[in-house]
């Protein structure tokens, strides 16, 4: 650690993992739902427990964002934080509205919060992802703004790398289309159009470029490579991202108002979505194979190179098979989709975050050279574990989808089930990713039990080494 | 990648190229507000049919349901629910609607349970003009059948 002021990063990786934990429970809890209509619904309907699942992602990912940029712009600017303080109140602010908010999904109906918080003044609740409180969105910007202002000055009074500045464009990103969240018309198709300048621009725009500059500042501590050659990489991969992603948000308007013109440019565009994710496994793989030093922290390494690959299979190969507007005219909608969120944000998101953590918290911890090899090993089978499993759910989820497509999309209408029959018949599949979940869950153990490994191994290792020193 | 593509072209790309399609975006968008009014018919947007979004808001139905195919995928399609339900007749439409809403959870062991929501009657109806307003929307011709 170069800088005093990176410590600011801990609380947020630590508090990331706490809520991690509780997606996944929610998660398992839905699961058990997909197959047995009663299990706890009389506590904890569908919806209230999807809410919360999916919310409880997007905050652990902010978090993690927010540690990453708190830890790696500092060493990348090569000065100190602009305001700890800031960072250390904006932690604890965002982690009470986030826990407030959880709670408030959790104990009262959603109708009774959406009374409670006023929603009548600025409607902006009940749409998916979008079902914060309108004073927690509210509280959502300050918090971003903060992070952006406190990130952003830091920058100017430092180094501006090509690392920096794209994670601050990123970052500016974030909080500028996260605005079009208070854009809450009464009709529908403005409403759903304007939506996905949120949730589009964000996981397939701008987070793309966070994404790219924390892989980017990885691979250069672990690899050791020419900060010049990732740049050039980083610089492609974005832009790439960008050109393809931007117009690619046509594939979210083929069913839902736009004109017929989006049919074209969303399929087309969207289509170049996989080459930045293909670009960035084949930048990650180079780096590596072309590194200056062996550093000591290979399950960093692994991370890193682990995002790029499922990165790609997620986002990339499973957003592609139904991105094509006459297969997604078959598969909108479907357990398919369902499929490649998982993978997307998992493989993306989850595990970049992950990289960052395992690249950075032994080096808070007081362990430059990484974890001790007892705690690496774990940590190595909690990867694998995660994500032979994710891949397992998304393949599970896979066949549920194109079978409820041939079941209930593709016979003509006298023939085809229902949407309840054809759950019915599927339910097998959704056994098989309830199974592959609880395994997925017991990765996610080991990778926290990783943390309180081989302290001991560390300690014995300082006395050979402070022998070591006496002797020579 | 080779020597001769330097870094500073790989910047002029991001930067051009972001910009370039970034305004793309904007213009297409301009053209798509235009051409609106027509595929979402906003003339028939009655107030009711704003209160039935507020009821539909209000009460997470995305949690469970898809609309025109996005929300979750626990329980079924439902903007074509008037297509599927209404016999062809908004009045018949209205009547399903109440005495669904009212019979809600249903009490069939094992089936994924819809709650009660306790709606007015005026809520239900305001929802039901909101779910037939929605099925009338230009979304080139999706679902692929009745089902959803």
Same mark, same amino acid.
């Given at each position: 650690?170069?800088?005093e002021?990176q410590?600011?990063?801990?609380?947020?990786?630590i508090f990331?993992?706490v809520?991690?934990?509780?997606?996944?429970?929610?998660?398992?809890?839905?699961?058990?739902?997909?197959?047995?209509?009663?299990?706890?619904t009389?506590?904890?309907?569908?919806?209230?427990?999807r809410?919360?699942?999916?919310?409880l992602?997007?905050?652990?990912?902010?978090?993690?964002?927010?540690?990453?940029?708190?830890?790696?712009?500092?060493?990348?600017?090569?000065?100190?934080?602009y305001?700890?303080?800031?960072?250390k109140?904006?932690?604890?602010?965002?982690?009470?509205?986030?826990?407030?908010?959880?709670?408030?999904?959790l104990?009262?109906?959603?109708?009774?919060?959406?009374?409670?918080?006023?929603?009548?003044?600025?409607?902006?609740?009940g749409?998916?992802?979008l079902?914060?409180?309108?004073?927690?969105?509210?509280?959502?910007?300050?918090?971003?703004?903060?992070?952006?202002?406190?990130?952003?000055?830091?920058?100017?009074k430092?180094?501006?790398?090509?690392?920096?500045?794209?994670?601050?464009?990123?970052?500016?990103?974030?909080?500028?289309f996260?605005?079009?969240?208070?854009?809450?018309p009464?009709?529908?198709?403005?409403?759903?159009?304007?939506?996905?300048?949120?949730?589009?621009l964000?996981?397939?725009?701008?987070w793309?470029?966070?994404?790219?500059?924390?892989?980017?500042?990885?691979?250069?501590?672990?690899?050791?490579?020419?900060?010049?050659?990732?740049?050039?990489?980083?610089?492609?991969?974005?832009?790439?991202?960008?050109?393809?992603?931007?117009?690619?948000?046509?594939?979210?308007?083929?069913?839902?108002?736009?004109?017929?013109?989006?049919?074209?440019?969303?399929?087309?565009?969207?289509?170049?979505?996989?080459?930045?994710?293909?670009?960035?496994?084949?930048f990650?793989?180079?780096?590596?194979?072309?590194?200056?030093?062996?550093?000591?922290?290979?399950?960093?390494?692994?991370?890193?190179?682990?995002?790029?690959v499922?990165?790609?299979?997620g986002?990339?190969?499973?957003?592609?098979?139904?991105?094509l507007?006459?297969?997604?005219?078959?598969?909108?909608?479907?357990?398919?989709?369902?499929?490649?969120g998982?993978?997307?944000?998992?493989?993306a998101?989850?595990?970049?975050?992950?990289?960052?953590?395992?690249?950075?918290?032994?080096?808070l911890?007081?362990?430059?050279?990484?974890?001790?090899?007892?705690?690496?090993?774990?940590?190595t089978?909690?990867?694998?574990?995660?994500?032979?499993?994710?891949?397992?759910?998304?393949?599970a989820?896979?066949v549920?989808?194109?079978?409820?497509v041939?079941?209930?999309?593709?016979?003509?209408?006298?023939?085809?089930?229902?949407f309840?029959?054809?759950?019915?018949k599927?339910?097998?599949?959704?056994?098989?990713r309830?199974?592959?979940?609880?395994?997925?869950?017991?990765?996610?153990?080991?990778?926290?039990?990783?943390?309180?490994?081989?302290?001991?191994?560390?300690?014995?290792d300082?006395?050979l080494?402070?022998?070591?020193?006496?002797?020579? | 990648m080779?020597?001769?593509?330097?870094?500073?072209?790989?910047?002029n790309?991001?930067?051009?190229?972001?910009?370039f399609?970034?305004?793309?975006?904007?213009?297409?968008?301009f053209?798509?507000?235009?051409?609106?009014?027509?595929?979402?018919?906003?003339?028939?947007l009655?107030?009711?049919?704003?209160?039935?979004?507020?009821?539909?808001?209000?009460?997470?139905?995305?949690?469970?349901?898809? *609309?025109?195919? &996005? %929300?979750a995928?626990?329980? #079924?399609?439902?903007?074509?629910?008037?297509?599927?339900?209404?016999?062809g /007749? @908004?009045?018949?439409?209205?009547a399903?609607?109440s005495?669904?809403?009212?019979?809600?959870? *249903?009490?069939? &062991? %094992?089936?994924?349970?819809? #709650?009660?929501?306790?709606l007015?009657?005026?809520?239900?109806?305001?929802? /039901? @003009?909101?779910?037939?307003?929605?099925?009338?929307i230009?979304?080139?011709?999706?679902p692929?059948?009745?089902?959803?």
């Amino acid at each position: 650690m170069k800088f005093e002021s990176q410590k600011v990063a801990q609380p947020y990786f630590i508090f990331a993992l706490v809520l991690f934990v509780g997606q996944i429970l929610f998660g398992l809890i839905m699961g058990l739902q997909y197959v047995d209509g009663d299990f706890l619904t009389s506590w904890l309907p569908f919806n209230v427990a999807r809410m919360v699942h999916t919310n409880l992602l997007l905050v652990w990912l902010l978090f993690g964002f927010m540690g990453a940029s708190y830890y790696l712009v500092p060493e990348e600017a090569d000065t100190e934080l602009y305001s700890p303080w800031l960072a250390k109140v904006t932690f604890w602010v965002f982690a009470v509205a986030g826990v407030a908010t959880i709670l408030g999904y959790l104990l009262v109906p959603y109708a009774r919060l959406a009374e409670l918080t006023y929603n009548h003044l600025l409607p902006t609740m009940g749409r998916e992802f979008l079902e914060q409180p309108t004073i927690t969105k509210i509280g959502i910007v300050l918090v971003c703004l903060s992070y952006v202002f406190n990130i952003g000055m830091t920058i100017l009074k430092g180094r501006k790398t090509v690392i920096n500045m794209v994670l601050i464009t990123g970052l500016i990103g974030l909080a500028v289309f996260f605005l079009f969240s208070f854009y809450n018309p009464s009709n529908l198709v403005l409403d759903k159009y304007f939506w996905w300048w949120v949730v589009h621009l964000w996981v397939e725009g701008v987070w793309e470029l966070i994404l790219g500059a924390i892989l980017a500042f990885v691979v250069i501590k672990v690899t050791g490579v020419d900060r010049e050659v990732v740049e050039k990489w980083l610089y492609m991969i974005i832009a790439l991202a960008l050109i393809s992603g931007l117009i690619g948000m046509g594939h979210h308007y083929f069913w839902i108002g736009p004109g017929t013109y989006w049919l074209w440019l969303g399929s087309i565009f969207s289509a170049l979505e996989p080459v930045p994710f293909f670009m960035m496994v084949m930048f990650a793989f180079k780096m590596v194979a072309e590194r200056r030093y062996e550093h000591q922290n290979k399950v960093a390494i692994k991370w890193a190179l682990g995002t790029a690959v499922m990165g790609f299979l997620g986002a990339g190969v499973w957003g592609f098979i139904h991105t094509l507007a006459p297969v997604n005219y078959y598969t909108h909608g479907s357990q398919i989709t369902a499929a490649h969120g998982h993978l997307a944000f998992f493989g993306a998101y989850a595990m970049i975050v992950m990289t960052i953590i395992s690249y950075a918290m032994p080096i808070l911890r007081g362990r430059p050279h990484g974890n001790p090899p007892s705690a690496q090993r774990l940590e190595t089978f909690a990867f694998w574990a995660m994500c032979t499993s994710m891949v397992g759910i998304t393949l599970a989820l896979t066949v549920a989808g194109a079978w409820q497509v041939a079941l209930q999309r593709l016979p003509e209408a006298s023939e085809a089930l229902g949407f309840m029959a054809t759950q019915d018949k599927i339910a097998p599949v959704f056994w098989v990713r309830e199974v592959l979940g609880l395994i997925f869950f017991v990765g996610l153990m080991a990778y926290l039990g990783s943390f309180f490994v081989g302290s001991k191994e560390l300690a014995s290792d300082s006395e050979l080494q402070l022998k070591d020193a006496a002797a020579a | 990648m080779a020597e001769r593509f330097t870094k500073g072209m790989a910047r002029n790309i991001y930067y051009g190229g972001g910009v370039f399609v970034f305004l793309l975006l904007v213009g297409l968008t301009f053209d798509t507000m235009l051409k609106m009014p027509e595929r979402d018919h906003r003339v028939n947007l009655t107030e009711s049919v704003a209160r039935g979004k507020g009821v539909w808001e209000h009460n997470n139905c995305i949690g469970c349901h898809s *609309l025109m195919g &996005e %929300g979750a995928y626990y329980a #079924p399609e439902l903007a074509n629910v008037f297509d599927r339900r209404g016999a062809g /007749s @908004e009045q018949s439409f209205r009547a399903f609607m109440s005495a669904w809403m009212a019979a809600q959870p *249903l009490q069939v &062991e %094992g089936r994924r349970k819809m #709650p009660q929501f306790h709606l007015t009657q005026e809520q239900v109806d305001d929802l /039901s @003009e909101f779910l037939i307003w929605t099925s009338r929307i230009d979304d080139n011709d999706w679902p692929p059948n009745i089902e959803g």
